[in-house]
C-alpha cells in the first residue's frame, strides 16, 4: 500500500522528467488546440509545453488519485480552464465529436485494454481533429526486444503496469489512425531496451 500510494507514483513521475523525455514533450504538445483532452494527465508533466494562446480548455483524464495530487502545484499556476476526470481511457465520460486534439505521452503502454481505449479516442475526436502522441514501443532490433520480453514482467510490477513490448505503430494503424505523419527513433541519452520511441500528430 505504501509503495503503490506514495513511492511508485512519485518514481514514475521523477522517471517522466528526464531530459529526452521532455524534449520529446517539446515536440507534440505544442500542436494542441482548442478542447484538448489529455489522456493519462499524471502529475502534469505537460502543462509547461502547451501554447495557451490556442487553448480553450484542457480536460485531464487520470485514474489514479495519487498521481492526481502531485500534479495539484503545476495546476495551481496554470491559468487555462482546466478539468480533472477521475477515470480510465477505455471509458471515457464525454460525448462523441467533442474534442479538437487529443493528446496521449507514455500512456499506451500501461493501459489494461489499449485497443478499447483508442477507439473511445476516435469517439470523442471530431471529425478533423487531432490524436497527438509520444510513446516508447517495442525495438525493432530482436536482441534488444528479447531483452524486453524478458524484463518486462519485472518491469509491469516496478512501473504500474508499463510494457516494453508494445507495438504502437501497429497498434495505432490497426484501430483506425492513419501514421503517416509520425516518426520514430532511439533516443539518445535513454537505455536501448526503453529508448525506441515513436511520436506524431495522426488523423482518425
Request: with cysteine; proline share 5%; net charge positive.
Amino acid at each position: 500500500m505504501i509503495w503503490s500510494k506514495f513511492i511508485q507514483p512519485r518514481l514514475i513521475s521523477l522517471a517522466c522528467t528526464s531530459k529526452p523525455i521532455r524534449k520529446q514533450r517539446e515536440k507534440v504538445i505544442p500542436k494542441a488546440d482548442g478542447t484538448v483532452l489529455e489522456i493519462g494527465f499524471g502529475s502534469g508533466h505537460n502543462l509547461p509545453y502547451y501554447n495557451k494562446k490556442n487553448i480553450d480548455k484542457i480536460i485531464g483524464l487520470e485514474p489514479s488519485v495519487h498521481m492526481q495530487k502531485l500534479s495539484k502545484k503545476k495546476l495551481k499556476d496554470f491559468d487555462v480552464n482546466f478539468e480533472l476526470i477521475t477515470e480510465r481511457a477505455e471509458e471515457i465520460p464525454l460525448e462523441s465529436n467533442s474534442i479538437d486534439s487529443v493528446v496521449c505521452t507514455y500512456t499506451l503502454c500501461s493501459i489494461s485494454n489499449p485497443e478499447m481505449a483508442l477507439s473511445e479516442i476516435r469517439r470523442v475526436l471530431k471529425k478533423d481533429g487531432k490524436f497527438i502522441f509520444t510513446e516508447h514501443a517495442a525495438s525493432p532490433d530482436l536482441k534488444i526486444n528479447k531483452f524486453q520480453k524478458k524484463i518486462e514482467p519485472l518491469w509491469k510490477v516496478i512501473a504500474d503496469g508499463c510494457h516494453l513490448t508494445r507495438d504502437i505503430k501497429t497498434m495505432l494503424a490497426e484501430n483506425g489512425f492513419s501514421i503517416n505523419n509520425s516518426e520514430d527513433m532511439y533516443l539518445p541519452g535513454t537505455p536501448k531496451f526503453i529508448g525506441y520511441h515513436i511520436w506524431g500528430l495522426l488523423k482518425k
